[in-house]
């Protein structure tokens, strides 16, 4: 798409630590003057009273994500090697021994041609197997400049390079306790299946373990290009600083839109069809009725407890995790994402033989409700005595759930 390769500057990345540092001076208008670029989905016009209600817990979850990657948290990281494929470790790990034997013959003058194709050969393995953000003069995350280029890793440890994509982009940023970034992922789904090669989805992980990112993926059905941004680094440079964050990119490389929040079906198709230039079909659309809604937000909900059920083990292990910034935001970040469930499932109106098998469903999840702000107080307090009836509460009642969400499924005659 004319994206190209990286025409490499001086200038540093804007990275997370960067932001919190500059981001106390003159915070409102800086603030303001960044986000007045950008179309705001939810100040539209809703539809209905549920549209309405989806937009109010769509700005919540803004606030509440705004704040976590300038204020709070680095991220946990990962090691790249560990999550590397085969031919990329291959890579890393020739040009490890190509380096080692550069040092050695550097003071050999009888080495020159040797050394001459060793230092050729490492700086092509140098330059694909850099990863994270590859500027470009130009570049930024606005409407009408060149997109930041970058290279990451697939879920399957393969080097996947914006710039080598060919074709219009969308690049959607997610993380798994951002419960509105879940709910969107079966709809970039079907969005890729509908739009097949002629667009490129990609979701970018921030942060997270490939486990956590694998365990999602397959909750959701996700199988478009899945990115692990082991250190963050995108966040800052896309200047990420509310969740989701989707960038539509046109095949000349530069930004077309960036949306903020939770975004439907037929936003999403639409959005594509703009930078594509092709019409798709509208045969599957997030808001299909009850049903879909329902399936999507159990799904969320599964993920979810899984995440927690992780976190949970490694406090049981390690009670000095109570103080661990990193912890506590992924803990406080889960129970707000089973909160937002719940109040969506409770705003869903089901109907027929659905009625009775909804309404178990809910009350399964009260008792989370309940831990969620156990989990709130104890994390301000710094008390693991509450937090550990937090735990308690929620694995009581995670039996509860897993049996009203397969009755409610076998209702609605679901395969999942």
């Known amino acids: 798409m004319g994206l190209g390769g990286p025409g490499l500057r001086d200038s540093a990345p804007l990275t997370a630590s960067a932001i919190r540092m500059s981001f106390p001076a003159s915070l409102m208008s800086k603030l303001w003057s960044f986000l007045a670029g950008f179309e705001f989905t939810i100040l539209k016009r809703p539809a209905g009273p549920r549209q309405a209600a989806i937009r109010l817990a769509t700005v919540a979850a803004i606030v509440a994500a705004v704040l976590a990657p300038i204020l709070l948290l680095e991220p946990d990281g990962a090691d790249v090697r560990a999550v590397a494929g085969e031919q990329f470790l291959a890579d890393l790990e020739e040009l490890d021994v190509l380096t080692e034997q550069i040092a050695a013959l550097k003071d050999d003058p009888s080495a020159g041609q040797e050394l001459a194709t060793l230092e050729v050969r490492a700086a092509k393995l140098a330059e694909r197997t850099k990863l994270g953000y590859l500027p470009r003069e130009g570049d930024a995350p606005q409407v009408g400049a060149l997109a930041p280029d970058f290279r990451l890793l697939d879920l399957d440890g393969n080097p996947v390079w914006l710039g080598d994509v060919g074709a219009p982009a969308v690049v959607n940023f997610w993380a798994s306790w951002c419960t509105f970034c879940i709910e969107e992922m079966p709809d970039f789904q079907r969005v890729h299946e509908l739009a097949g090669d002629d667009v490129a989805i990609i979701g970018i992980n921030r942060a997270e373990p490939l486990e956590i990112a694998q365990r999602f993926a397959d909750e959701t059905g996700a199988e478009y290009a899945l990115l692990l941004d082991t250190e963050d680094e995108l ?31 037929d936003q999403i198709r639409e959005s594509v069809e703009r930078i594509s230039g092709e019409r798709l079909a509208a045969t599957m659309p997030a808001d299909a009725g009850y049903g879909e809604r329902v399936r999507d937000l159990i799904d969320s909900q599964r993920a979810n407890h899984a995440v927690a ?13 109570i103080g661990d910034v990193v912890w506590q935001r992924n803990v406080t970040g ?46 301000d307090a710094g008390d693991a005595g509450r937090i550990a009836r937090g735990i308690a509460l929620f694995e009581q009642a995670l039996p509860a759930f897993d049996d009203a969400a397969t009755a409610l499924l076998a209702v609605l005659g679901s395969g999942r």
């Open 334 to 379: 889960q129970a707000r994402a089973w909160l937002v469930n719940l109040r969506a499932l409770q705003a869903l109106v089901p109907s027929g033989t659905a009625v009775a098998a909804h309404r178990d469903l809910v009350d399964s999840l009260l008792p989370i409700e309940t831990a969620a702000a156990l989990f709130e107080a104890a994390i």
């Open 235 to 265: 966040g800052g440079v896309y200047r990420v600083i509310g969740m989701p964050t989707t960038l539509y990119i046109g095949a000349d490389g530069r930004v077309a839109e960036v949306r903020i929040g939770f975004t439907t079906f």
């Open 309 to 321: 059920g992780d976190l949970f083990a490694r406090f049981a292990i390690e009670p000095g995790l």
